[in-house]
């Protein structure tokens, strides 16, 4: 049977306002795209993962769709986003697109239409209730902040917004809808795109009498979801090859095996937050906390097993909701180097489709964000707003802390193309500020330097592309209770590999299993990885055995 293409594949995300501007309006584009995808090929990747480029007022940067068949000018015009497209795949690169239809823009013409009037032809396109009480129709708080109903005037009803006002909530219980949503992703990929990367789906299918509760109880995995997904299967994507990765938050191992089964019934494969929820807690992710280790290998292990013959795994640390990984589960300072090779290491051996998000493959860093004015991101300025100005939950102090650990806008900054000017970012004014650290940490330094993380990267997704074992071999932990090592072996038939990871600054004690003494080292940090069975701070290594 012949493999599908996406099981082999590397993924690259671009987030097209950050990736390179090349009209000085300091925004990113479509042409800025277009002048880097030498970069992209010279990475070694096969797919990429393009963030929304769709018209839309921008308030959660593109995530919120006000027409899902035009470009934001800010981007281009459907002229270059065709020849972005003709152009990607000239060099050989597919492009998966974003696809957001758990809401849409508060201006998108439909929501317009449904808001005018109860017995508006588009009423059901959205989801409208009467208030209880005198308050909306239940208790769910947004994900953004505040209440997850907003009254409107026109008619005196709520809607649902699941993420803030701006991004109202899809009805996908009403067939028209999801007849529109269909025909829209066929016309995407009679252009020619090569599939979708589906954020917030796990969200569309709501319980209809709308319990009082957690929202995050009751709105991820929801009566309807899988019928959703195979009559999406059905109407659409049978009739393509393309690979379709889902956002899905709040889905367990069980679920998964649903949601991406290997008989091709719903999605390709999905990404799960079980990995980005571990240093969270009762202010969400606002916090010190730290990942423990012997956590986070419990949670990859499970789903690498669990998956295994009956799923499809995504493999990530990074995309454009999460804080840089070097500075997360690394060490953004003397270690930024090995640190990144070794996290890099650690989760391309693992099996299942890996994600780079730009400039990971620099080992870019969190940004030094000196007050809440820095910020862009709405879900970051929200959260400040509601945890230290009204609710005075978290000290002015602690929350600046906490957004520099975590907010989404540590990977939101320009990409670093050289040291120069605004990073080679853009000849204007960034929409954003640039990490300072661009002068020593950048495309064209790396591109030239054998030892760079970027060097790394291409080494890492070459030896996938020749070895099976990393994409087939089955998967098994060793030392699951050690908090400062990451260990585990894949084998095929007569192959076998062991993974070696430090995640501490200190040297580690590790003693090689015979069978791998002498073994031949696919790729390492180290000059001389494990010598005198010693792992050097951040060190990481890979053996290989042929019996
Ligand atoms: C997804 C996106 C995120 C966005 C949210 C609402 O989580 O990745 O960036 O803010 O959905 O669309
Ligand atoms: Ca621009």
């Not at 993924?11 to 795209?33: A, E, K, M, T, W």
């Not at 239809?101 to 409208?128: C, G, M, P, Q, T």
């Not at 009480?133 to 769910?140: R, S």
């Not at 991004?167 to 009679?190: C, G, K």
Request: aromatic residues 14%.
């Amino acid at each position: 049977m012949k493999t599908e293409w996406w099981k082999r594949a590397v993924v690259y995300q671009i987030y097209p306002r950050s990736f390179c501007d090349s009209n000085g309006d300091g925004i990113g584009d479509l042409n800025g795209i277009i002048s880097k995808l030498g970069y992209v090929k010279e990475l070694g990747v096969d797919v990429i993962w393009l963030s929304p480029v769709y018209q839309s007022p921008m308030r959660d940067n593109g995530y919120d769709i006000s027409d899902y068949r035009a470009i934001n000018p800010e981007f281009g015009t459907m002229e270059d986003f065709d020849r972005f497209l003709e152009q990607a795949h000239g060099f050989g690169l597919k492009i998966v697109m974003d696809l957001v239809v758990n809401h849409s823009s508060d201006e998108h013409l439909w929501f317009a239409e449904s808001r005018s009037a109860r017995e508006s032809a588009k009423r059901d396109y959205y989801i409208w209730r009467d208030g209880k009480n005198g308050g909306p129709p239940n208790n769910w708080k947004a994900w953004f902040g505040g209440p997850a109903w907003t009254q409107d005037k026109a008619t005196g009803q709520y809607y649902l917004h699941c993420f803030s006002p701006y991004q109202p909530d899809l009805n996908w219980e009403y067939p028209e809808l999801r007849a529109e949503i269909h025909d829209m992703m066929r016309w995407w990929l009679d252009k020619g795109i090569d599939g979708f990367r589906m954020d917030a789906i796990s969200f569309i299918s709501k319980p209809q009498d709308f319990p009082d509760g957690e929202a995050k109880q009751y709105v991820p995995n929801g009566p309807r979801i899988h019928e959703y997904m195979r009559e999406m299967r059905t109407e659409v994507l049978s009739r393509y090859d393309v690979m379709t990765v889902g956002e899905t938050g709040g889905v367990t191992v069980d679920d998964a095996i649903q949601y991406a089964a290997s008989d091709g019934s719903e999605l390709d494969m999905i990404f799960q937050f079980e990995q980005q929820e571990l240093d969270g807690g009762e202010t969400f992710k606002w916090n010190d906390r730290k990942i423990n280790l012997a956590e986070l290998k419990e949670v990859l292990s499970r789903w690498q097993n669990r998956l295994f013959n009956r799923a499809w795994n995504s493999l990530y640390w990074c995309n454009h909701d999460q804080p840089r990984i070097v500075s997360r589960l690394g060490d953004d300072g003397e270690y930024r180097e090995k640190s990144a090779k070794m996290l890099a290491t650690c989760l391309h051996f693992m099996q299942g489709t890996p994600y780079v998000y730009q400039g990971e493959e620099l080992g870019m860093t969190n940004v030094p964000f000196a007050d809440i004015d820095d910020y862009r991101d709405l879900e970051s300025i929200n959260a400040y707003e509601s945890l230290v100005v009204q609710e005075k939950r978290i000290a002015k102090e602690d929350m600046l802390r906490y957004l520099g650990r975590k907010s989404r806008d540590n990977s939101r900054t320009p990409m670093h193309w050289n040291g120069g000017t605004n990073a080679g970012f853009s000849d204007g004014k960034p929409w954003i500020m640039l990490n300072p650290n661009y002068v020593t940490i950048n495309a064209e330094e790396q591109m030239q330097r054998a030892g760079s993380v970027f060097a790394y990267y291409k080494n890492l997704i070459q030896l996938r592309k020749k070895m099976d074992i990393i994409t087939f071999g089955d998967y098994q932990l060793l030392l699951p209770n050690d908090q400062h090592l990451f260990v585990y072996t894949r084998s095929l038939l007569q192959e076998e590999l062991l993974v070696v990871c430090n995640f501490t600054p200190n040297e580690q004690n590790f003693a090689l299993p015979e069978r791998f003494c002498g073994a031949q080292v696919l790729i390492s940090n180290e000059e001389d990885p494990v010598y005198g069975g010693v792992l050097k701070a951040f060190g990481t290594a890979v053996f290989y055995i042929k019996k």
